[in-house]
Protein backbone atom coordinates (compact mmCIF):
# COMPACT_ATOMS: atom_id res chain seq x y z
CA UNK A 1 0.00 0.00 0.00
CA UNK A 2 1.19 3.52 -0.92
CA UNK A 3 0.80 6.66 -0.32
CA UNK A 4 -2.45 8.49 -1.47
CA UNK A 5 -2.26 11.51 -3.34
CA UNK A 6 -4.07 13.21 -0.34
CA UNK A 7 -1.31 11.94 2.04
CA UNK A 8 1.24 12.79 -0.38
CA UNK A 9 0.04 16.78 -0.97
CA UNK A 10 0.09 16.81 2.73
CA UNK A 11 3.71 15.91 3.27
CA UNK A 12 5.45 16.74 0.18
CA UNK A 13 5.93 20.51 0.69
CA UNK A 14 7.75 19.14 4.20
CA UNK A 15 10.75 17.48 1.41
CA UNK A 16 13.72 19.01 0.59
CA UNK A 17 13.90 20.27 -2.83
CA UNK A 18 14.58 17.74 -5.78
CA UNK A 19 17.52 19.95 -7.38
CA UNK A 20 20.42 19.60 -4.90
CA UNK A 21 23.14 22.36 -4.91
CA UNK A 22 25.65 19.63 -4.98
CA UNK A 23 26.22 15.72 -6.15
CA UNK A 24 23.94 14.02 -8.29
CA UNK A 25 20.41 13.85 -8.76
CA UNK A 26 18.09 12.22 -5.88
CA UNK A 27 15.63 9.70 -6.15
CA UNK A 28 12.11 10.57 -6.26
CA UNK A 29 10.69 11.46 -2.98
CA UNK A 30 7.28 9.49 -3.02
CA UNK A 31 9.16 6.10 -3.72
CA UNK A 32 11.96 6.80 -1.02
CA UNK A 33 8.92 7.55 1.37
CA UNK A 34 7.22 4.40 -0.44
CA UNK A 35 9.93 2.23 0.60
CA UNK A 36 10.43 3.49 4.07
CA UNK A 37 6.66 2.58 4.92
CA UNK A 38 7.30 -0.19 3.49
CA UNK A 39 10.22 -1.52 5.39
CA UNK A 40 7.99 -0.13 8.54
CA UNK A 41 5.55 -2.68 7.50
CA UNK A 42 7.09 -5.92 6.50
CA UNK A 43 9.97 -5.32 8.97
CA UNK A 44 12.60 -6.55 6.25
CA UNK A 45 16.39 -5.80 6.74
CA UNK A 46 17.17 -2.20 4.71
CA UNK A 47 19.33 -4.40 2.27
CA UNK A 48 16.47 -6.44 0.99
CA UNK A 49 14.05 -3.11 -0.02
CA UNK A 50 13.39 -3.49 -3.85
Do not use: C, N
Request: avoid cysteine.
Amino acid sequence: MSLTDAQWARIEPLLPDRVPRRGGRWRDHRQVIDAIAFKYRTGTPWMDLP
